[in-house]
């Protein structure tokens, strides 16, 4: 079936007529088409550049149910996944139509007790780490998930989990593969090597400093700062309570988060929408996260674009033009001035199809 939809095109802000055929978007009119939407506003679909699709509150979980956690963030708008490293193979997943494109990462690479138990691979030698992040790139749809830093307990705070030069190695044996490569970062220690050995996106980011921020926007390194998430930090320093100075590192990387993402913004650093969810998040807040990264400096457009046509440009999937796969998302009101709108979508068309 050929589809018309009428509206008001962000980011532009012009008001065009669109039509789907066969799962891509034509911007010249086709007969016989079928209006589904008329007066409002059209975004392309929107994006959630970090969750866990097959991740839940108590670990793995099973494929149906991770089948659930896609279609709750497909109902808020996300319909591109960045998935940051899942304890379960989502490959099923990938052949609904009905369900939000996924970019897999493969497993998290972590180390023994460096990281949450039995989520991501764990490697007893940091040297094994190029290789592991090989076989992840051949395995994944293009990036390569590494926890770059957590708790040390015989330290009793944050530590890098690997060596600068074996980081180096890894990440240019990912880019060999062709495939990016990011990493969950907290606090500061373990940003500057991760950055100069050429890593493409920081998850959190917590730690950055101006010279972090400075580096990274020299390079154009992105940042996914997952805000909703990192309001998680004084949770876990309450529990925490035998590492005192992990506790207290907690507390302070929280007390500037939104400052820390606010300077990066202004420095020019490329920042995405990114949820968390499938651990302490649920699935399905990705107008959560637009709102709080708003809030932290980025304003509602920035932030719109954050987690729609920037975020799917970073991603390799074009926004609106003639041929480009038909992933529309329509709003009645416009998200712009209250960004409230994006929590009522009137119209989702996903693979040309029209779910909602
Ligand atoms: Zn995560």
């Given at each position: 079936m050929t589809l018309h939809l009428r509206g008001v095109l962000l980011p532009e802000g012009e008001q065009r007529d669109l039509w789907v055929v066969n799962g891509r978007i034509r911007t010249t009119p086709v007969p016989n088409a079928e209006t589904v939407f008329d007066g409002g506003f059209l975004l392309p679909g929107l994006v959630d550049a970090h969750c866990h699709v097959g991740l839940g509150a108590s670990g793995a979980v099973s494929i149906d149910e991770a089948a659930r956690q896609a279609e709750a963030d497909r109902d808020a708008g996300a319909l591109l996944l960045r998935d940051c490293g899942s304890p379960i193979d989502t490959r099923p997943l990938q052949e609904r139509s009905d369900l939000p494109r996924i970019v897999r990462a493969g497993r998290h690479l972590s180390r023994p007790k460096?990281?949450?138990?039995?989520?991501g691979l764990e490697l007893d030698d940091p040297a094994l780490l190029p290789d592991a992040v090989a076989e992840q790139a051949a395995n994944s749809d293009g990036w390569v998930k590494i926890v770059g830093d957590w708790i040390d307990r015989s330290v009793g705070d944050l530590a890098p989990l690997w060596p600068d030069d074996v980081l180096v190695t890894a990440i240019d044996a990912a880019h060999r593969a062709g495939a990016r490569v990011t990493a969950h970062v907290f606090g500061e220690n373990a940003l500057p090597g991760l950055i100069n050995a050429g890593i493409d996106c920081i998850e959190?980011?917590?730690?950055?400093t101006d010279d972090t921020i400075a580096e990274m926007a020299r390079r154009g390194t992105a940042l996914v700062p997952t805000l909703i998430n990192t309001d998680n930090f004084p949770d876990i320093a309450d529990g925490a309570d035998r590492y005192p100075t992990y506790a207290k590192h907690m507390r302070s990387l929280y007390a500037r988060s939104k400052e820390t993402v606010a300077a990066a913004v202004e420095a020019g650093v490329p920042v995405y929408a990114g949820t968390d969810a499938g651990g302490g998040i649920t699935h399905g807040r990705i107008v959560d996260e637009i709102a709080a990264l708003a809030a932290a400096g980025l304003g509602a457009e920035r932030a719109l674009g954050a987690a729609s046509w920037a975020a799917r440009q970073w991603l390799g999937w074009s926004g609106v033009?003639?041929?480009?796969?038909?992933?529309l998302i329509g709003y009645r009101a416009d998200p712009r001035s209250d960004?409230?709108?994006?929590?009522?979508?009137?119209r989702i068309v996903l693979r040309g199809v029209v779910l909602a």
């Amino acid at each position: 079936m050929t589809l018309h939809l009428r509206g008001v095109l962000l980011p532009e802000g012009e008001q065009r007529d669109l039509w789907v055929v066969n799962g891509r978007i034509r911007t010249t009119p086709v007969p016989n088409a079928e209006t589904v939407f008329d007066g409002g506003f059209l975004l392309p679909g929107l994006v959630d550049a970090h969750c866990h699709v097959g991740l839940g509150a108590s670990g793995a979980v099973s494929i149906d149910e991770a089948a659930r956690q896609a279609e709750a963030d497909r109902d808020a708008g996300a319909l591109l996944l960045r998935d940051c490293g899942s304890p379960i193979d989502t490959r099923p997943l990938q052949e609904r139509s009905d369900l939000p494109r996924i970019v897999r990462a493969g497993r998290h690479l972590s180390r023994p007790k460096r990281y949450i138990r039995e989520l991501g691979l764990e490697l007893d030698d940091p040297a094994l780490l190029p290789d592991a992040v090989a076989e992840q790139a051949a395995n994944s749809d293009g990036w390569v998930k590494i926890v770059g830093d957590w708790i040390d307990r015989s330290v009793g705070d944050l530590a890098p989990l690997w060596p600068d030069d074996v980081l180096v190695t890894a990440i240019d044996a990912a880019h060999r593969a062709g495939a990016r490569v990011t990493a969950h970062v907290f606090g500061e220690n373990a940003l500057p090597g991760l950055i100069n050995a050429g890593i493409d996106c920081i998850e959190h980011g917590t730690g950055l400093t101006d010279d972090t921020i400075a580096e990274m926007a020299r390079r154009g390194t992105a940042l996914v700062p997952t805000l909703i998430n990192t309001d998680n930090f004084p949770d876990i320093a309450d529990g925490a309570d035998r590492y005192p100075t992990y506790a207290k590192h907690m507390r302070s990387l929280y007390a500037r988060s939104k400052e820390t993402v606010a300077a990066a913004v202004e420095a020019g650093v490329p920042v995405y929408a990114g949820t968390d969810a499938g651990g302490g998040i649920t699935h399905g807040r990705i107008v959560d996260e637009i709102a709080a990264l708003a809030a932290a400096g980025l304003g509602a457009e920035r932030a719109l674009g954050a987690a729609s046509w920037a975020a799917r440009q970073w991603l390799g999937w074009s926004g609106v033009n003639d041929g480009a796969p038909a992933d529309l998302i329509g709003y009645r009101a416009d998200p712009r001035s209250d960004l409230d709108a994006l929590r009522t979508p009137s119209r989702i068309v996903l693979r040309g199809v029209v779910l909602a």
